[in-house]
């Protein structure tokens, strides 16, 4: 457990490449399922992608499968996303601690790191 911290944000045309990233300030591998969720004004966070703590599973929603990938190396977690849509434009937020039956998050969120893309 510790705090998140997501970079990697920024604008990028339609069918750009943006990777993000989130690190954990705790100084130890905590054996937890994490993942990325996003949110549009006025709308709820949805959820993106998640990564099981051996980063031997993943998990995505259907709007970016085969255009966003996971992954995790110790405490950071990576989200590459290639050929993005302006429906993307989102902030995006890691979460230490997702439930992926239900894909309901866990408390420990970072700030959110601002994607937007133009068409």
């Known amino acids: 457990q510790g705090q998140l911290a997501e970079s990697g944000g920024g604008l990028v045309q339609a069918g750009g490449s943006l990777r993000l990233s989130c690190t954990d300030s705790?100084?130890?591998?905590?054996?937890?399922?994490r993942g990325w969720f996003r949110q549009t004004s006025g709308k709820e966070r949805e959820f993106v992608a998640a990564?099981?703590?051996?980063?031997?599973t993943t998990y995505y929603s259907d709007s970016v499968k085969g255009r966003f990938t996971i992954s995790r190396d110790d405490n950071t977690v990576y989200l590459q996303m290639n050929s993005l849509k302006p429906s993307d434009t989102a902030l995006y937020f890691c979460?230490?601690?997702?439930?992926?039956?239900?894909?309901?998050?866990?408390?420990?969120w970072g700030q959110g790191t601002q994607v937007t893309v133009s068409s």
């Open positions: 979460n230490a601690d997702v439930n992926v039956v239900t894909r309901v998050a866990g408390t420990y």
């Open positions: 990564i099981d703590w051996l980063g031997t």
């Open positions: 705790a100084r130890y591998f905590s054996p937890t399922t």
